[in-house]
């Protein structure tokens, strides 16, 4: 059988690998993507006024996000999640310590911040529906599997039983965030989500209600930290 001779250039030109992907300034334009949604909303965001605002190239953020829709969920992932690790969550000893030392600071700026920018993704949903199954794995299930996580590390520990509805439980807190946010126009802050915690997450899981709203601020401090689990 004849064989077919390759050309010499052919055989000895190395092949060509594409330029690697320089991803150190994504933080930057991450966090001028949420500035700009924050400011002008979905529909008055540009690709160009991220990329003025993080003195990046426009090609550089299309050659990462091929669309603004992409570039926001990304963006408000990196807020709301961040550096979300299950092996670096906080184990406190109990449940509520857990889920306490999972909320962040929030300052009344920020959480009015966090508000348009949740409403800027509600836009983006409503203008391109085909991207919401990302949404929700990019924005709202890094929240949900750390609270299954913290849920069954309590069944493990022998703190709540493990009848318990972990997977329901587990959507609670974002779901109401989000009633809190879209339909009734207000921030989340530490007690709107630590009343979540006690009113509704430990009397769930059997635990009982937490320390009553309007306890002293030093009992509710110590309530953090410690829950007798039953």
């Known amino acids: 059988m004849a064989t077919t001779q390759l050309d010499p250039a052919e055989e000895t030109e190395p092949v060509k690998l594409g330029r690697r992907r320089d991803h150190t300034r994504d933080p930057d334009i991450l966090a001028a993507a949420v500035d700009v949604l ?57 449940l ?68 318990c509805d972990i997977d329901n439980l587990s959507t609670v807190t974002t779901a109401m965030a989000s009633m809190r946010i879209l339909f009734e126009r207000k921030t989340i802050d530490r007690e709107f989500l630590i009343s979540l915690i006690d009113g509704v997450i430990l009397p769930a899981v059997g ?3 937490g320390p009553a709203a309007g306890a002293d601020p030093e009992s509710r401090a110590a309530g953090d930290t410690a829950v007798t689990a039953r």
């Not at 990196?78 to 979300?84: A, P, R, S, V």
């Not at 310590?97 to 509600?122: N, Q, T, W």
């Open 38 to 94: 924050a400011e002008c909303g979905y529909e008055g965001m540009t690709i160009d006024m991220v990329a003025a605002r993080a003195k990046a190239g426009k090609a550089t953020l299309y050659r990462r996000w091929p669309s603004k829709g992409e570039l926001v969920i990304d963006a408000v992932a990196c807020m709301k999640n961040g550096d979300l690790n299950l092996s670096q969550l906080p184990d406190t000893g109990t």
């Open 96 to 163: 509520r310590g857990d889920l306490i030392a999972m909320i962040k600071p929030h300052s009344i700026e920020d959480g009015e911040k966090k508000l348009r920018v949740i409403a800027g993704l509600m836009s983006l949903l409503a203008h391109s529906p085909e991207l919401a199954e990302t949404a929700r794995v990019s924005v709202v299930e890094p929240r949900v599997t750390a609270h299954r996580f913290l849920l069954r590390r309590a069944v493990e520990r022998g703190e709540i039983s493990s009848r």
């Open 207 to 209: 635990l009982g209600a």
